[in-house]
């Protein structure tokens, strides 16, 4: 199926195997080392930032964009991948929308302002992939296992918990943020309707 990254975040892998968006999007997600802080400082890797800042909508989605309010989240979801914080807030705050809320929160959450955070999950409410990433996350971590569906809340504690010095046994929480975003990535790609879809 267009667009599901496949085994991203399996421990035989360090780079997610993945079917297309488009070369250009494969690329920035095939970047080594992505997705790899909880709470980045800087900017992930600035030759690829520049590219994604440089290179037009229709360059980027490598196809027609059928929605192209809603691509604004996707690029805006590749600025996120890159840990700029800064840059992609103006594409989500802009997108008036679940989506858009639910992106703004994972976004502060990132910045380490977790009740910020709290605040624009509870704006989006439950999306329709929450399903999607429990059924993910479950595979690998106890804690979300015990819950009935992914619970945005619970991570964004749990992070809280290890920006004050609770330990991330093995990196769980930034396998739980990379489930996450390709889900929320993948359902923006489809919203925006790229390719016409």
């Not at 971590?141 to 619970?151: C, E, F, T």
């Not at 396998?175 to 359902?187: A, G, M, P, W």
Request: glycine residues 12%; aromatic residues 12%; contains cysteine.
């Amino acid at each position: 199926m267009k667009g599901k990254f496949l085994g991203g975040i399996g421990a035989a892998s360090q780079r997610p195997r993945m079917t297309s968006y488009s070369d250009f999007i494969d690329r920035v997600l095939l970047a080594e080392g992505l997705l790899g802080k909880l709470l980045p400082k800087d900017i992930h890797d600035r030759d690829l930032w520049r590219r994604v800042k440089q290179t037009d909508d229709a360059a980027v989605a490598g196809s027609p964009i059928g929605d192209a309010g809603a691509f604004g989240l996707v690029r805006g979801g590749l600025l996120y991948a890159l840990d700029d914080l800064d840059g992609c807030h103006q594409f989500f705050q802009d997108t008036a929308s679940d989506l858009g809320s639910y992106w703004h929160g994972m976004m502060h959450r990132r910045e380490g302002d977790f009740d910020n955070a709290r605040y624009w999950f509870r704006r989006a409410g439950v999306l329709a992939v929450f399903d999607d990433i429990h059924h993910r996350a479950a595979l690998f971590s106890a804690d979300m296992a015990k819950q009935l569906s992914w619970d945005p809340y619970l991570f964004t504690g749990q992070c809280e918990q290890c920006r004050f010095g609770a330990e991330d046994e093995g990196g769980e929480l930034v396998r739980l943020q990379r489930v996450e975003f390709e889900v929320i990535f993948d359902y923006s790609w489809r919203r925006a309707r790229v390719g016409g879809a």
